[in-house]
């Protein structure tokens, strides 16, 4: 008998426990279906065709790390006095992100999120599957193998603390922060070597301090850092060559060396940097975006570096207490508004080859004097307007247009206006009250609308008989001014002179007369072949009355091969054929202060090649 019991007993026994890895078995399968893949050999298959990193951080053939290399974790704030596991069972809420294959969960004041691959790019903070709760998170525990933090993830949160982790490298190695995604936090960077990219706006108004940027971020997205007013040192890796839009816009910074291999700074990138007072560039700078400097009221001296070509729209605009900038010979542009408001900006040498002072370019500015160079053919729209301290300016002959505006409210108490503008446009000297000489070149053609309105202290002036056209009330304001000017002119434009305070008077030019014969010249056939050759006015022309003021030429016709410069100066072209050539040319006398101009002559010189 007993030994029937002792034998029931053992089978017993045998068939509990046989049944036991069946169920435990059972229950693993269940957990596995539950939570995100984690086995080697799935990332090991998923990884297969990645492409190694760059040459100086070679990536290992291998997709994961092995078990000795531990992971990269980044702490900042207070750590999580309790975090939860993916399966905790208390936590309160959680799940499944999306499609994807990670996943987050709740407890506390706790955000855990964990699993496999990227985080999805939501579109904005309501879109996150914990925003209901972010009034109680408190610490965010980012696991490895989390391979980005997707836009929005965290933004506004008014986080205590946490801890993020990477891995060394491979497929579920953090690479990229997404915009927004810290944004409004006080999250600092994470310094992983495997961070390649940091999207717009992700650290905006985060609290930044200082920041030392990963070695293999390569991209920097448009207001990354933007609003940190205490962020005061940014040190640059070596693969960033690109400073974006409103990346740094609002920080603290004192002063800004960047690193040779910056070429481009983008707009705004360092606008309303108020605390700004010094800035170096790397030698390869080749842009300097609009704005990137606008509101920066420390800036204290500039020098533009050599392989910049243009000063974009509003680069420095509002930088009150910039004194001094260098600008390169090659600097061809000058944007609108790039000087507007430099109250302390007092002198500026442009280059040579700029082409245009575009609108509003040091309005508002500390000027006292300008040169504007001879490659200048216009004068934009308030160009130097409201400049309280500019008092001279010299206008070069290349000038073909004084637009809107472009003095008015200055100092300038003296201005020649060369014959080569042929229109000074409405308002250009309005409220000049210093402005009492004002010299009209011959060859001006157009005078607009109020151009010299309210300039009280001008008395009188000249305007000469190249003018066809009056604007409005030119004088508008102006007292008691004496004007001198052709009968036809003032008669043609009567509303030219309304508004002047007093009794205006007439003075009518007198008539200006030229006599003029051409000359033979002579150029030899031998030296026309092989370049061109030049025959100057003395040799081509007799003044036996040469009339009041300077001499203009215009060729009236004539071999193409043979030109007339506005000095009377001939040039025989390259490779004329021997012959005696009859040139017509037209000659003017221009006239002065009190003589119209003598009208065109025409004279007849004869160019012979031998």
Known sequence: MKIKRLLAFVISVAMIVGMVPTFVFA?????????????????????????????????????????????????????????????????????????????????GSTLTVYGKGKMPAWKSAES?????????????????GVSSIGNHAFRGLNLKGGMVYSRPRGKYALKSIGAYAFAGTNAKVFNFKTLKSIGAHAYENSGQRSITLPKNVKSLGAYAFAGNPYLTYVKFNKKVKTIPICCFAGCGFKSITLPK??????????????????????????????????????????????????????????????????????????????????ASLTSISIPGKVKAISDSAFAYSGLTSVRIPGSVKTIGTTAFAFCSKLASVSIPGSVKTISYGAFAFTALTSVVIPGSVTKIDELAFCNCSKLSDVTIKYGV???????????????????????????????????????????????????????????????????????VTGKLATVKAKKVKKK???????????????????????????????????????????????????????????????????????????????
């Open 261 to 342: 291999q910056i070429k481009t700074i983008g707009a705004s990138a360092f606008a309303s940097c108020s605390d700004l007072t010094s800035v170096k560039l790397g030698k390869n700078v080749k842009k300097i975006g609009s704005y990137a400097f606008a509101g920066c009221i420390n800036l204290k001296s500039f020098t533009v570096p050599s392989k910049v070509k243009a000063i974009a729209e509003g680069t420095f605009i509002e930088c009150k207490n910039l004194t001094s900038v260098r600008l390169h010979k090659k600097v061809s542009s000058i944007g609108k508004g790039a000087f507007s408001e430099c």
């Open 532 to 610: 061109a050759q030049k025959i100057t006015a003395s040799k081509l022309y007799t003044f036996t009355e040469p009339g009041i003021g300077s001499h203009r030429f215009a060729k009236a016709s004539g071999n193409k091969k043979i030109t007339v410069a506005s000095n009377g100066n001939i040039t025989v072209k390259k490779k004329l054929k021997k012959g005696t050539y009859t040139v017509r040319v037209k000659v003017l006398a221009t006239g002065d202060q009190a003589y119209r101009d003598s009208g065109w002559q025409i004279v007849t010189v004869k160019v012979k090649v031998k």
């Open 445 to 515: 053609k157009n005078i607009s609308r109020g151009a010299f309105k309210d300039c009280v202290a001008l008395k009188s002036i000249t305007i000469p008989s190249s003018v066809t056209t009056l604007g409005d009330s030119v004088f508008d304001g102006c007292s008691g001014i004496a004007i001198r000017l052709t009968n036809e002119l003032k008669t043609a434009f009567p509303n030219a002179f309304a508004g002047i305070a007093g009794t205006p008077s007439f003075i009518d030019l007198k008539e200006n007369t030229i006599a």
């Open 128 to 144: 996150v599957p914990w925003h209901n709760l972010r009034s109680q998170i408190k610490y965010v525990y980012v696991r490895a």
């Open 27 to 107: 229950k693993e399968i269940d957990l596995e279906a539950d939570e995100p893949e984690t086995t080697q050999s799935s990332e090991a298959e998923e990884e297969d065709g990645e492409e190694p990193e760059e040459k100086e951080e070679p990536e290992s053939e291998e997709d994961e790390p092995s078990a000795d290399e531990p992971d990269e974790v980044f702490e900042f704030g207070e750590k999580p006095s309790e975090v939860p596991s993916e399966t905790d069972s208390k936590a309160a809420l959680g799940g499944r992100i999306g499609k994807s294959k990670v996943y987050w969960s709740f407890s």
